[in-house]
């Protein structure tokens, strides 16, 4: 007997959700027409950010280029080699990345120039003032715009507050109950009863009951809000809920965080069945990357590869983080020797960086769940430390290069 991962009254339930911010077809449109350069700099000009996108407009025309060191050092690809994608995480919002940018117009000219990540991901909570004041939006447009990185990936924290409307909201659309706590005469929030973390649980890795709605619907918002078009999924629920949801939405797409342990192939085929059931009409599937658990070793990274390839379902990138968040994970954790084995495998491979491999002070997970106030306080700083990780991102690109493999930088840096 096959178990069906949705019932049908969760696939209403979703349904439902959908249909009410208007359907597939209004989300997608909304969703690309707000990732349009024009429109955004026009709606960022009203809500105040103006200034700082004309000045991003100016900075990045002095970024360092990839192709002026490749011209210097000349470096002989092998085809037969994997890519090698750069990833860092970090850009908590539109300050700190405004402040991120200026730090690597610095390196202009040197020898230690710092190229533009392929991939940029952050972790700032989806508040109501994150999502709506514009500030969202402007760390988008000087990230996917401006510096023209291939991927942006905000995160959804379920446990973050909210409207207590919307919660009432919810479960009239739904028909789902959700067990909240009331934060302040407006607001509530989902409780979280395995915390797991000082960080609340990640905002709720373990997605009990059917908290998926509660994700499902942030994202949804978001997107249509700031055309943000890929987040962070910890959760298996959260990602069955994902792959149905946004089935008929193509503008829609996801990360499967390291968080969910795809630390083995066993959980790797798991994943793999989940995403198979939901695959769209054109065979591909919401989910764009896998984030392989850093227990894993560059064989187990190699054999994933070669069952996703078997598998036939097309889009999906598989990532690994070199370094990591000193306070994550064990001190000293460098995957940097299983990155080239990986490569010279001829396995492509997105390389992370949550760290730059120093523990450096804001180089920690407790940065990424600062109130809004004492992150606009230290977005100078914040901004440096993912200037670093950018810097060994582009460091270990030119290693890369050296044995023949090539990296894959944003389209600013060439």
């Keep these: ?36 350069y024009e429109t955004r700099k026009q709606i960022l000009e009203e809500k105040g950010f103006g200034e700082m996108i004309r000045d991003a407009e100016e900075l990045i025309k002095k970024f360092p280029k990839v192709t002026s060191y490749e011209q210097k050092t000349n470096p002989a690809y092998n085809n037969n080699l994997g890519l090698a994608k750069s990833q860092v995480s970090g850009f908590q919002g539109a300050k700190v990345t405004h402040n991120f940018m200026k730090k690597v117009v610095e390196t202009a000219g040197t020898d230690g120039e710092c190229f533009v990540p392929a991939e940029m991901i952050s972790v700032v909570a989806l508040t109501d003032w994150y999502v709506y004041s514009g500030d969202l939006m402007a760390t988008l447009m000087m990230t996917e715009n401006i510096m023209k990185t291939d991927k942006f990936c905000s995160t959804n924290l379920i446990g973050i507050p909210s409207p207590k409307t919307r919660f009432k909201e919810l479960e009239e659309i739904t028909g789902a109950k959700f067990e909240i706590a009331e934060v302040d005469a407006e607001n509530a929030a989902l409780v979280l009863k395995n915390q797991g973390t000082p960080f609340g649980n990640f905002g709720g ?78 065979g591909t599937t919401p989910i764009y990357e896998i984030n392989i658990g850093n227990g894993a070793t560059s064989d187990t990274f190699i054999a994933a590869n070669k069952e996703l390839i078997a598998s036939g379902i097309p889009g999906i990138s598989l990532a690994a983080h070199i370094f990591i968040n000193p306070d994550l994970g064990m001190p000293g954790f460098n995957w940097t020797e299983n990155a080239f084995r990986v490569l010279k495998s001829g396995t492509n491979m997105t390389y992370k960086y949550e760290s730059d491999g120093n523990a450096r002070d804001l180089d920690t997970m407790m940065a990424y769940f600062m109130p809004e ?22 460091q270990d690109g030119k290693d890369f290069m050296k044995e023949g493999i090539k990296p894959l930088f944003g389209k600013a840096s060439y």
């Design 1 to 36: 007997m096959k178990f069906q991962l949705l019932s049908e009254a969760e696939k209403r339930a979703i349904d439902a959700l959908k249909e009410h911010h208007g359907g597939a077809k209004k989300i997608n449109e909304m969703i690309a027409h707000k990732r349009k």
């Design 205 to 282: 890795i373990e997605v009990a009951n059917d908290n998926h709605l509660v994700y499902l619907d942030g994202v949804t918002r978001t997107a249509m809000e700031t055309g943000a078009d890929f987040f962070l999924n910890p959760s298996w629920s959260s990602i069955v809920a994902a792959c149905y949801y946004a089935k008929d939405i193509p503008n829609l797409t996801f990360k499967v965080s390291m968080l969910l342990a795809t630390q083995n192939l066993m959980q790797f085929r798991m994943l793999l069945n989940i995403v198979n059931e939901y695959i769209r009409e054109d």
């Design 373 to 394: 106030d004492e992150r606009e306080e230290k977005a100078k700083d914040i901004g440096d430390v993912i200037y670093y990780k950018a810097l060994k991102a582009t």
